[in-house]
């Protein structure tokens, strides 16, 4: 029995890669438990460098916000205790995963957490959408949103609707019981040819 609830996280950055210096400016991250939202973490922070024009207009997130808001190492800190052991989910996850283990690397924590991708599966639940991006799929599964996008806590709560609404078709297309964290992340990684034939399996064993 997987004993963990899920996190799901979004973060707002400088840039494209802390590969190339670039830094977070804004987290937001929900808890889920028992197929609910339970709980939520946000936060500005102060990369200690200025963001550009396009950065701004895209967020939303001002300069002047940001000279404000507290430090990256002290937020990392707090989002380390909320995250604790859960399992983590993201939309294209590798984004925010390369931005989570570079910040907090910074603070000498290892991330030992599970994580998986709303993005990767998706595309495998449902292939008739009309793309993947997160926007796309709060419309096409006509999901619950403040409608505020590329801001952090808003983006989470959208995926996190967009996961457990994937969760329960998954359970109401192929009659499971339950979907494990396990079976979404091996869903990642399936040949979208043989999702069906993978799940019709899964559900027999």
Same mark, same amino acid.
């Given at each position: ?8 996280? $979004?973060?707002?950055? #400088? ?6 210096? *670039?830094?977070?400016? +804004? ?6 438990? $028992?197929?609910?939202?339970? $709980? ?7 990369? +200690? ?29 707090? %989002? ?15 984004? *925010? ?37 997160? +926007? #796309? ?17 808003? $983006? ?15 359970? +109401?297309?192929?009659? %499971? ?29």
């Amino acid at each position: 029995m997987d004993h963990y609830s899920t996190i799901v996280i $979004d973060f707002e950055t #400088t840039g494209l890669s802390p590969g190339y210096g *670039d830094r977070t400016i +804004e987290v937001g991250a929900v808890l889920i438990s $028992d197929n609910q939202i339970v $709980d939520r973490f946000q936060s500005l922070m102060n990369p +200690e460098m200025m963001v550009s024009g396009f950065i701004e207009e895209y967020t939303g997130i001002t300069n002047k916000m940001l000279s404000s808001a507290p430090a990256i190492k002290e937020v990392m800190r707090k %989002l380390k205790t909320f995250i604790a052991h859960h399992h983590l989910v993201a939309h294209n996850a590798s984004f *925010d995963l390369r931005f989570l283990d570079a910040e907090f690397n910074r603070i000498n924590h290892r991330r030992s957490n599970q994580f998986g991708c709303s993005l990767l599966v998706s595309r495998r639940i449902y292939p008739e959408a009309p793309n993947h991006k997160l +926007e #796309t799929l709060v419309k096409y599964k006509n999901l619950k949103t403040d409608g505020i996008h590329h801001r952090a806590l808003a $983006d989470a709560e959208m995926t996190a609707h967009l996961w457990m609404r994937m969760i329960s078709d998954i359970k +109401e297309r192929y009659g %499971l019981q339950e979907v494990q964290f396990g079976l979404m992340q091996q869903l990642m990684k399936i040949p979208k040819k043989k999702v069906a034939e993978f799940l019709v399996k899964h559900n027999l064993a």
